[in-house]
């Protein structure tokens, strides 16, 4: 698919409505940040940005990429009404062909699954590629679909947090596996429906050299 067809699925998506998003930070994100020191931070597929908000509302100087640019116009016009705009920075990006310069403390990548044809493999490494010796590569998916999830959702197979990191070979003398695990968490879905969902959780330290 290219990357016009695969901008407008997204913009098409976006546009169904005000907002697609809860505006709500991530919980494996909080659960993961929340005791880190600022520093800089990648957020990819950052959606309407409420993960990218979060982090600058904590210091984080941010850069959120993703490729709708009504997803980003909603995260921009966020962080101007929040006083933010100065430490963060929306760009609009086709992963993993486009991925943004220099390196960061911390790269998170919260459920990048899709529908449409995505090299996750490729994004992932090029994150990886992207992070500072001590700083983490946080990568959290959906371990199963949601209780409140189509059909078609429900036959779709998610790979393991394990399978995830087998995937990206990364040396393990230059990588700590900090969190490697599947962990469920109680949710409530776009209509108000309360269930649990499953998270593959992954958080992955560059080592300093030396270390």
Partial sequence: M???DA????EERYGER?????????????EVAAGLPPGRALDLGCGEGADALWLAERGWQVVGVDISDTAL???AADAEKRGLSDRIEFRQADLPGQFPDGTFDLVSAQFLHSTLPLDRTRVFQRAAEAIRPGGLLLIVDHGEPPPWASKLHHH??????????ASL??????????RVESAEREATGPDGQVGHLVDNII??????PGS
């Fill in 2 to 4: 290219s990357t016009l």
């Fill in 7 to 10: 901008k407008a699925h997204w």
């Fill in 18 to 30: 005000d907002r697609v998003w809860s505006g709500r930070v991530n919980a494996r994100l909080a």
């Fill in 73 to 75: 116009q909603r995260a």
């Fill in 156 to 165: 779709h197979e998610f790979p393991s947090a394990d399978e995830v990191v």
């Fill in 169 to 178: 070979n990364l040396p393990e003398t230059q990588w700590e596996r900090v």
């Fill in 203 to 208: 958080v992955l330290r560059r080592r300093a």
